[in-house]
């Protein structure tokens, strides 16, 4: 058989399950408001929570460096791409995040892999929870140790798999700060005290809560007030830029310097985005404001639909999950939403549930109310259409 045809087969297989999918074209900048395929939409998808990917003040950043080292960063850190911006905001991002030392990825996923494929090691064991993100499954499936996989937050079920993995050399508990599907918050505080009761470390996927959880918006470790062995974190969510990064102890930054292949292998992101980063970090510190009105959208939205009848996942974050069953039902509300002009796709497996196939909306600080209004509008009006509520 060839190629073709035997891809061809396996397509049609996706597309009988009702799990197809296709890229849609953006042809504005991020914001509330974007062109989706030649057509105005109200945009309740994006994880640019604090409106900063088009920051005025992070394209003049962007602009200037861009001037002065070029649109590519020519090669790894260790070879040509580290430059003095790269260490600047590796400066602050440990500052933000209150440790020792940071590291720059070249995204978030190659962080998450970069970490779990380094440091546990034959004879260890990771415990995983089950609702963890794809980078964090992917990073487990690479590493030498074995994967034991708890259930969602369920603190009992990890305390009897960490009273379980006491044989094994070292124990890792990974877990997400906020899990990107659910909108819900892993119960950090809890998580920390089993492991200093069963002498695991934890490593933490903060992408979600960067910029949006905590006093200062430092993530779940000042939500929780607490501080996890690793960090781990994104650029490309409430920072609005591109890009991943590591914090923790100047040991472990200098440890996977050495060994985390997907830093030592990979092309540097561009100094410009570091630039702009170094802004958004900026902002993030001294400008709570973005993030207060930003939680408090999110939660009247959540409300509102809560009220009307949806089924709505998670609490205290800006994803909203709104379970509509199926896949093919899912699918429907979406494309009714964007004929509304309201631009919130279907999530489908195998990103979650069949039965939990949902719209995952995502609000930011720079949603109005009148946007806001119609969103709540628009889905009461098709919830009703296709008798979900």
Not at 104 to 124: C, H, M, Q, R, T
Not at 271 to 296: G, K, N, P, T, W
Request: glycine share 8%; hydrophobic share 40%; net charge negative.
């Amino acid at each position: 058989m060839e190629l073709d045809s035997w891809l061809k087969e396996r397509l049609h297989q996706t597309i009988d399950s009702g799990l197809y999918r296709t890229l849609r074209t953006m042809t504005s900048a991020p914001g509330p408001q974007m062109v989706v395929e030649d057509l105005r939409q109200l945009v309740f998808s994006s994880n640019n929570y604090l409106g900063l990917a088009n920051d005025q003040r992070l394209i003049y950043a962007a602009e200037e460096i861009l001037y002065e080292f070029g649109v590519g960063s020519s090669g790894s850190r260790l070879t040509t791409g580290h430059t003095r911006w790269h260490q600047k905001l590796e400066q602050q991002i440990a500052q933000f995040k209150q440790t020792e030392a940071a590291l720059l990825f070249s995204s978030g996923y190659l962080a998450n892999v970069g970490v779990l494929s380094a440091i546990p090691e034959k004879g260890d064991v990771i415990l995983s929870d089950r609702l963890n993100h794809a980078s964090l499954i992917d990073g487990c499936r690479l590493s030498g140790a074995e994967t034991v996989v708890y259930e969602h937050v369920d603190m009992s079920d990890l305390e009897e798999k960490l009273h379980a993995a006491q044989t094994y050399q070292h124990r890792f508990i990974v877990t997400d700060g906020v899990f990107s599907m659910d909108g819900n918050i892993a119960p950090l505080d809890q998580i920390m005290k089993l492991a200093k009761r069963y002498n695991a470390f934890v490593i933490v996927d903060d992408a979600h809560a960067t910029g949006v959880l905590g006093e200062h918006g430092r993530g779940t470790s000042e939500h929780f007030n607490v501080q996890p062995d690793i960090v781990i974190g994104t650029l490309s969510k409430a920072v609005g830029t591109e890009g991943g990064f590591v914090c923790g102890s100047q040991v472990l930054i200098d440890f996977l310097k050495n060994h985390a292949r997907t830093f030592i292998f990979q092309t540097a992101i561009p100094a410009a985005i570091c630039a702009a980063s170094y802004v958004a970090f900026e902002i993030m510190e001294h400008d709570q404001d973005r993030r207060q009105q930003l939680l408090a959208k999110a939660e009247n939205i959540r409300s509102g639909l809560q009220e009307m009848g949806f089924t709505i996942k998670g609490e205290g974050t800006p994803i909203i999950p709104v379970i509509i069953g199926d896949p093919y039902s899912a699918a429907s509300f979406a494309n009714k939403l964007q004929n509304e002009g309201v631009f919130a796709p279907a999530i489908r497996p195998p990103t979650v549930e069949w039965a939990e196939s949902r719209i995952r909306l995502t609000v930011t600080s720079e949603h109005h109310a009148s946007d806001i209004e119609y969103l709540l509008a628009t889905f009461y009006k098709i919830g009703k259409e296709l008798k979900i509520i």
